[in-house]
């Protein structure tokens, strides 16, 4: 391999780090992360709970290009009247942090 394609390959590789894209994590982790932070409690990948399936959150937000972005703002702000009427309580950094909560969006939407 050349040096200046190496170079650029580092470079590309270094970008796209930077930018946060990484695989979705996959389900064990997902698990461990929703009982640590206590997504568990509202929320199951099939079926309604408290709050919607996660099946159901992919579902609306299929294809939007933004989803990643609106549902980590929600997770964060709370809200209410999206999927009825029962709210869901802000989700601080203490309770997820922001890596965790990207990644778990982004599991949420591979459902």
Same mark, same amino acid.
Request: some cysteine; aromatic content about 4%; charged content about 25%.
């Given at each position: 391999? /050349?040096?200046?394609?190496? &170079?650029?390959?580092?470079? @590309?590789?270094?970008?796209?780090?930077?930018? @946060?894209? %990484?695989? +979705?994590?996959?389900?064990?982790? &997902? #698990? !461990?992360?929703? /009982?640590?932070?206590?997504?568990?409690?509202?929320? #199951? +990948?099939?079926?309604?709970?408290? @709050? *919607? &399936?996660?099946?159901?959150?992919?579902?609306? %937000?299929?294809?939007?290009? /933004?989803?990643?972005?609106?549902?980590?703002?929600? +997770?964060?702000?709370?809200?209410?009247?999206?999927?009825? #009427?029962? =709210?869901? *309580? *802000? /989700?601080? =950094?203490? #309770?997820?942090?922001?890596?965790?909560?990207?990644?778990? +969006? !982004?599991?949420?939407?591979?459902?």
């Amino acid at each position: 391999m /050349n040096i200046r394609i190496a &170079a650029f390959s580092m470079a @590309g590789a270094l970008a796209l780090a930077s930018t @946060g894209a %990484h695989a +979705v994590i996959d389900d064990k982790k &997902a #698990q !461990e992360v929703m /009982n640590k932070s206590g997504c568990a409690a509202c929320h #199951q +990948v099939d079926k309604k709970l408290v @709050g *919607p &399936a996660y099946k159901e959150i992919a579902k609306k %937000h299929k294809g939007q290009k /933004n989803a990643v972005e609106a549902l980590v703002k929600k +997770v964060r702000s709370g809200g209410i009247g999206v999927y009825g #009427q029962i =709210p869901m *309580p *802000p /989700n601080s =950094p203490s #309770q997820i942090g922001d890596a965790d909560l990207k990644a778990m +969006v !982004e599991w949420v939407l591979s459902k």
